[in-house]
């Protein structure tokens, strides 16, 4: 069974920074790419960034300059860097794996509000 575990959200003023991770719990996790989402308040949920298992990375435009996306194989784990965070960029984030047997699964999201 596949697992996501998004954690490392909260609670930032407009500004700051957070860093969120993800541990995945399927084999052969390097082989796959990866990507955050997220679904703010009355949105539709949306891909902030993604991540290759070559280690190209790709980013929505409302994040680039600002959000980093990495991966460590060993721990299983893809992160989130976010910078300068903006009241916008409040929203549920959620990780995914980018293929076909696991693109249904989903974690159950990690909360980041940007508020002063």
């Known amino acids: 069974q596949v697992q996501l575990v998004e954690s490392g959200g909260g609670l930032v003023q407009p500004g700051g920074s957070l860093r969120l991770s993800c541990a995945a719990s399927?084999?052969?996790?390097?082989?796959?790419?990866m990507g955050w989402y997220r679904q703010g308040p009355g949105k539709a949920r949306e891909l902030v960034a993604r991540?290759?298992?070559?280690?190209?990375?790709n980013y929505g435009d409302s994040v680039k300059g600002r959000f980093t996306i990495s991966r460590d194989n060993a721990k299983n784990t893809v992160y989130l860097q976010m910078n300068s965070l903006k009241p916008e960029d409040t929203a549920v984030y959620y990780c995914?794996?980018?293929?076909?047997?696991?693109?249904?699964?989903w974690g159950q999201g990690t909360q980041v509000t940007v508020s002063s």
């Open positions: 995914n794996i980018d293929h076909p047997a696991y693109h249904s699964y």
């Open positions: 399927v084999s052969r996790f390097n082989l796959y790419a």
């Open positions: 991540i290759s298992a070559g280690l190209m990375t």
